[in-house]
T-cell receptor, first 119, second 109 residues
Framework: EVQLVESGGGLVQPGGSLRLSCAAS????????MHWVRQAPGKGLVWVSR????????IYADSVKGRFTISRDNAKNTLYLQMNSLRAEDTALYYC????????????WGQGTLASVSS | SYVLTQPPSVSVAPGKTASITCGGN??????VHWYQQKPGQAPVLVIY???DRPSGIPERFSGSKSGNTATLTISRVEAGDEADYYC????????????FGTGTKVTVL
């Protein structure tokens, strides 16, 4: 059974940093592209970032480019999102998601971790 | 940036059919994927590559595409189908690459 468990969320002041983690199990983690998707309270889904299977290639939404960094440790089956220079508009539930076949959609999602940015 | 437009809400009686549309420029040339999100839960993939169904998703869920509109159809609607539904495509020109629709709240009367 595929499991994705996020952690690392919390309350941080504007300009601060958070590092999110996603522990994966139930599949060969090192074979799949992985993503972060976020959802602001009461709002829709917004894709944030993607990393390829060996961690050599990453892409970001324009809204987070230069502030967020996605990475992975295939030995630990763990995905990360380093979030710097946080803004109030980054407040959201952050989901870790596994790429489906062909990597153009998301076939499994974690339950999310909440990042709140407020003074 | 690429925009996918969905109706904000759809209401349907139990046992009837719900149709949720997803409109986007040239969507006919893109693969469309659909997700169901119940309150307080993570999204669940219900349709991928326009009309394929993941294992475990009831046959009552189907997807289609015509012209500039993709449609998720839920037949014989049940109370448990009440949720938000999102379409999604990949667009390599968009500032978000993986683009989600605006979401549709399905209410079972």
């Amino acid at each position: 059974e595929v499991q994705l468990v996020e952690s690392g969320g919390g309350l941080v002041q504007p300009g601060g940093s958070l590092r999110l983690s996603c522990a994966a199990s139930g599949f060969t983690f090192s074979s799949y592209w992985m993503h972060w998707v976020r959802q602001a309270p009461g709002k829709g889904l917004v894709w944030v970032s993607r990393i390829n299977s060996d961690g050599s290639r990453t892409i970001y939404a324009d809204s987070v480019k230069g502030r967020f960094t996605i990475s992975r440790d295939n030995a630990k089956n763990t995905l990360y999102l380093q979030m710097n220079s946080l803004r109030a508009e980054d407040t959201a539930l952050y989901y870790c998601a596994k790429s489906g076949s062909g990597s153009w959609f998301f076939d499994y999602w974690g339950q999310g971790t909440l990042a709140s940015v407020s003074s | 940036s690429y925009v996918l437009t969905q109706p904000p809400s759809v209401s349907v009686a139990p046992g009837k059919t719900a149709s949720i549309t997803c409109g986007g420029n040239n969507i006919g040339s893109k693969s469309v994927h659909w997700y169901q999100q119940k309150p307080g839960q993570a999204p669940v993939l219900v349709i991928y590559y326009d009309s394929d169904r993941p294992s475990g998703i009831p046959e009552r869920f189907s997807g289609s595409k015509s012209g500039n509109t993709a449609t998720l159809t839920i037949s014989r609607v049940e109370a448990g189908d009440e949720a938000d539904y999102y379409c999604q495509v990949w667009d390599n020109i968009s500032d978000h690459f993986y683009v989600f629709g605006t979401g549709t709240k399905v209410t079972v009367l």
